[in-house]
């Protein structure tokens, strides 16, 4: 049997030693107990179920590796970024880590800034939830001293960042608070970052709330209500502050504003951006538009033409029911097809708050944006001891679209998302008016029933090689290599990156 064949991984297997739970890493996290129903599994189900996939290695076995990732290439060599470690998969069915805890942050951005020849690395730094508890179910409204500890929170709220050139010493640059203060002091404003964009070029797009007045955040799992900023970081060693942009109605002393919201009151709704602003071609390029998850408050489309002064020129705000977060990433990846994807984010396990769509939407005028479709909502396995996802234990609900940033040119018809529980779904997008899910890869749960944080994100990233059709799938068990005929005939050798999936993007690293 062919190495090529062995690795390969049987529709439904078992996988055992997963019962420990993962080391806890991200605020990210959001309400944290269950909510099962009379017809909820009493165990967690250790199968994998796979439709339309191959699964051709795994990384980390049985430890949580869900985090973002990002990708670098120097020559012919490719290296995924992911949680402070990087991990090289030049060979695809033999990844292996390269440079364990070479840098500081989750939430990272890596691009190659053309004009200085360097790779840049970016990586977020921000508050702690005010989460939802057995003890505390409502957050910060049960617990005002949820709040008291963000306020007091010490540590970096912002950006940091690295010359990643050589992934096997990675060099610090540079800090910036997004309150615009000195980064070292001990106690900041704000909130931090949570997702941030960084594109290689002149410009990064920050989601912050850069003082402690932005407070109107409804929902109890966290306290400040995050807008974009934009920084200038022609320099990397020494960024710069352009711009803030906030919806009126965010910051306190805005109490008119606030009264005339939808969500005004409600307690429950995710009024604050998600983030990031992607803007998929650079400003400097001649790029013109942003595109911002804005949870509860909708997408948002931003005219940079006066990058001081970000304009809002677009908005598709769509009624919802409240709760979870119904626009948690814009997915601009087929701009060249005149659409859009946006993705949500479930925050209750147990389908204990609403569903929240996933929106094809038709941008072609950017200043009125129009809904095409929803992404159908998944099904489980014929051979799955449960008949509904929401009877799986943990989160159900789409979450992250491949990451953007990535070597080669996207599938015109083929796209993935994470599901938490529901693993990673494929979808045929050809038709954007009518797409079907057409496949899945679900990984094995890890973690305990008793201990909730063990395993409510079980399926949380994907990051895609489009030119050498493989999907990295980041989980509660590793980081899995899947294959699909779907997206085409994989290619498990090393080869050189001839283009990205941006125009622009990545330009002279070779």
């Not at 297997?13 to 009379?38: D, K, V, W």
């Not at 430890?63 to 992911?82: E, S, W, Y």
């Not at 030049?90 to 939430?107: E, H, S, W, Y």
Request: charge should be positive; proline fraction near 10%; charged fraction near 25%.
């Amino acid at each position: 049997m062919s190495e090529h064949r062995k690795r390969r991984i049987t529709r439904r297997a078992a996988i055992g030693g997963l019962a420990a739970a993962p080391a806890l890493l991200s605020p990210a996290f959001a309400n944290r107990h269950p909510a099962p129903r009379p017809t909820s599994l009493k165990y967690l189900d250790r199968n994998m179920y796979r439709k339309a996939a191959d699964v051709r290695a795994i990384f980390d076995m049985g430890r949580h590796r869900g985090n973002k990732m990002q990708m670098m290439a120097v020559g012919a060599r490719r290296f995924l970024f992911q949680a402070g470690d990087v991990i090289e998969v030049t060979d695809a069915l033999k990844p292996v880590m390269f440079n364990r805890q070479g840098f500081a942050g989750g939430q990272l951005q890596l691009a190659y800034n053309d004009k200085l020849k360097k790779w840049i690395l970016m990586t977020g730094a921000g508050v702690a939830g005010t989460f939802s508890t057995p003890k505390w179910p409502n957050g910060k409204y049960d617990n005002p001293d949820l709040v008291k500890r963000n306020i007091e929170q010490k540590g970096l709220r912002g950006v940091r960042f690295y010359d990643a050139t050589d992934p096997e010493k990675i060099v610090p640059l540079s800090e910036w608070a997004c309150d615009q203060g000195d980064p070292r002091r001990p106690v900041q404003t704000g909130s931090g970052t949570h997702r941030s964009y960084y594109d290689g070029g002149r410009y990064a797009y920050l989601d912050t709330a850069p003082d402690n007045s932005f407070t109107r955040m409804e929902s109890s799992v966290r306290h400040y209500s995050n807008g974009i900023q934009i920084i200038d970081v022609a320099d990397p060693s020494q960024p710069k502050f352009v711009a803030n942009w906030w919806l009126p109605g965010q910051r306190e002393g805005e109490e008119e504003a606030y009264k005339q919201w939808r969500e005004h009151g409600d307690r429950k709704s995710f009024t604050t951006l998600h983030g990031p602003m992607y803007v998929p071609r650079k400003v400097e390029d001649g790029g013109r538009y942003g595109f911002s998850a804005y949870s509860a408050l909708g997408m948002m489309v931003h005219d940079l033409s006066d990058i001081a002064n970000p304009k809002l020129v677009g908005r598709f705000y769509p009624k919802v029911e409240p709760g979870a977060i119904p626009f948690h990433t814009i997915d601009v990846a087929r701009l060249d097809r005149g659409f859009v994807i946006s993705s949500p984010e479930v925050l209750n396990p147990d389908c204990n708050e609403p569903y929240q769509p996933s929106w094809i939407l038709d941008v072609r005028d950017p200043v009125k944006p129009q809904p095409i479709s929803q992404l159908p909502v998944p099904l489980p396995p014929a051979d799955a001891p449960y008949r509904d996802f929401c009877d799986k234990r943990g989160r159900f609900g789409p979450h992250n679209p491949p990451h953007l940033k990535a070597p080669g040119r996207p599938h015109p018809n083929f796209t993935a998302y994470t599901f938490f529980n529901a693993g990673l779904q494929f979808y045929d997008i050809k038709d954007p008016a009518k797409p079907q899910n057409t496949g899945y890869f679900i990984p094995p749960q890890a973690g305990g029933l008793d201990d909730y944080l063990s395993y409510p994100r079980d399926t949380d990233n994907v990051f895609i090689e489009w030119d050498r059709r493989l999907m990295w799938v980041g989980t509660g068990t590793g980081i899995y290599l899947v294959t699909s005929p779907l997206l085409g005939e994989p290619v498990l050798e090393r080869m050189p990156v001839k283009e990205w999936a941006l125009a622009g993007l990545n330009v002279g690293h070779a």
